[in-house]
Nanobody
Framework: QVQLVESGGGLVQAGGSLRLSCAAS????????MGWYRQAPGKQRELVAA???????NYTDSVKGRFTISRDNAKNTVYLRMNSLKPEDTAVYYC??????????????WGPGTPVTVSS
């Protein structure tokens, strides 16, 4: 089973940028879709962005125009580029295999996540 490990989080000022990486232990070529989720303190985990095997993407409204999800099948890695970060983007970010661009069904298991803190 493919294991996922997130990295790239950190502390950044509002308006700054980060690029998160989700490295898979095996090939992601055959995986239908990959999603980035986040969980802020005291809140439920939410889907931030997803990308299908064919490259179709889906974003939650609050990040549209600021975040970009991409995948590099050769490197078995999915990225989340985050620009114009806001304090409300502060959360632990996770990636997950899923069924489609809306991650209707989750597959596999959660990785350890990578924390992102945006200071005002």
């Amino acid at each position: 089973q493919v294991q996922l490990v997130e990295s790239g989080g950190g502390l950044v000022q509002a308006g700054g940028s980060l690029r998160l990486s989700c490295a898979a232990s095996g090939s992601i070529f055959g995986i239908n879709a990959m999603g980035w989720y986040r969980q802020a303190p005291g809140k439920q985990r939410e889907l931030v962005a997803a990308i299908t095997r064919g490259g179709s993407t889906n974003y939650t409204d609050s990040v549209k125009g600021r975040f970009t999800i991409s995948r590099d099948n050769a490197k078995n890695t999915v990225y989340l580029r985050m620009n114009s970060l806001k304090p409300e983007d502060t959360a632990v970010y996770y990636c997950r295999k899923c069924s489609d661009s809306r991650c209707s069904f989750l597959l596999g298991s959660w990785g350890p996540g990578t924390p992102v803190t945006v200071s005002s």
